[in-house]
């Protein structure tokens, strides 16, 4: 919730310092949040999803351009690894 939508009897009844810091911890509370670890596709998967859809809108000579095979390589390196 933003200032501006505060009407003005919000504002009489609670300190701008207050409501500064409910904000700010609302605010920290959300980033928290976004940064939790979830559920997504593995690396494998969004690569096989990536190429398919990059093939299809990415003119042949320049996907021809693009080391594939590099990356593909990348990809199942960091999975031997782990």
């Known amino acids: 919730m ?3 939508s505060l009407d003005a009897t919000v504002l009489s009844g609670v ?3 207050r409501l500064a810091h409910i ?3 609302s605010r920290l509370k959300e980033m928290v949040r976004w940064l939790r670890p979830k ?5 494998k998967q969004l690569w096989t999803i990536a190429t398919a859809e ?3 809108i990415i003119p042949e000579q320049d996907w021809n351009a693009i080391d594939v095979g590099f990356v593909q390589r990348c990809i199942e390196r960091v999975y031997s690894i782990a």
């Open 54 to 56: 990059c093939r299809r």
């Open 23 to 25: 904000a700010l911890i």
């Open 15 to 17: 300190g701008t310092a």
């Open 2 to 4: 933003g200032f501006a």
């Open 39 to 43: 559920k997504t596709h593995s690396l």
